[in-house]
């Protein structure tokens, strides 16, 4: 079943697998339409009880939150793009089914935020940048956002990634968590199958129970994060 091209995200299921395509022609933007349509293909999966495979279009795995949305200065649009951001990742890393990310390419910011909030990542072995550069660009990395790099990446990482900066090619994005394995553009998707196949064969009521146990002191903490982002927007947003 694939769903009609109505939004920038595609919805494919086949054999118990549903493929999330992101493509909005662009960097994938993470603006409102985008995390809506994340959301509602995730509600879809989930009533499916299907395995998800999140992917991209080729090159572009997300370039983050829509730097567009920041400089019309709307800002009750930024804190529903932000907000929806923040609670993308809390549904993922606390989603009933397992969830395999096939990055297509690049991934920054919210973008690398929604890669890290999947169970297993497979990058491209080269051609792609993996990038927190949120400090870069004068913004502060969110609470939320340092919960979910702080879950999933080497500790000597966290600083590098989030403070300084750093940009890490997929090699180097590998070594330091952000990915558990590599292949090439040409067979990332048959990669990524055979990972969503072999987590299917899983008992699923055992897996989603294991998952929640292992993440439930993180999955607190990120809770309280996006409260404490949320506060914060709010107060900077509204005091324009």
């Known amino acids: 079943m694939t769903s009609p091209i109505t939004s920038p995200v595609s919805y494919t ?24 349509a994340v959301n509602d293909a995730l509600t879809q999966a989930e009533a499916d009880q299907a395995v998800v495979v ?45 969830v395999v990310a096939a990055c297509s390419g690049h991934a ?7 890669l890290l909030s999947t169970d297993v990542r497979i990058g491209l072995t080269e051609g792609a940048m993996v990038h927190v550069n949120e400090v870069q660009i004068g913004m502060t990395v969110p609470h939320f956002a340092l919960e979910v790099c702080r879950q999933r990446l080497a500790p000597a990482h ?13 090699a180097q ?28 064969k899983l008992n699923r009521a055992a897996f989603t129970a294991t998952k929640l146990r292992q993440r439930q002191v993180g999955l607190a903490a990120l809770a ?4 404490a982002d949320a506060k914060d927007w709010g107060a900077r947003l509204t005091a324009r």
Request: glycine share 10%; charged share 15%.
């Open 13 to 36: 299921l086949n054999d118990g697998i549903a493929t999330l395509t992101l493509d909005d022609g662009k960097a994938n933007a993470m603006n409102p339409r985008m995390l809506q």
């Open 54 to 98: 999140l992917t991209g279009r080729p090159g572009m795995f997300s370039g983050g939150f829509d730097l567009g949305i920041f400089k019309a200065g709307d800002a009750a649009e930024q804190l529903r793009m932000l907000n929806a951001g923040a609670q993308i990742t809390h549904r993922l890393l606390s989603f009933p089914h397992p």
């Open 108 to 114: 920054v910011a919210m973008g690398v935020f929604l």
């Open 158 to 170: 966290l600083t590098l990634a989030a403070v300084t900066a750093q940009p890490y090619t997929t």
């Open 173 to 200: 994005a590998l070594t330091a968590g952000f990915f558990d394995e590599l292949a090439p553009a040409e067979t990332l998707a048959t990669a990524a199958l055979a990972q969503a196949t072999r987590l299917k």
């Open 224 to 227: 309280l994060a996006i409260e």
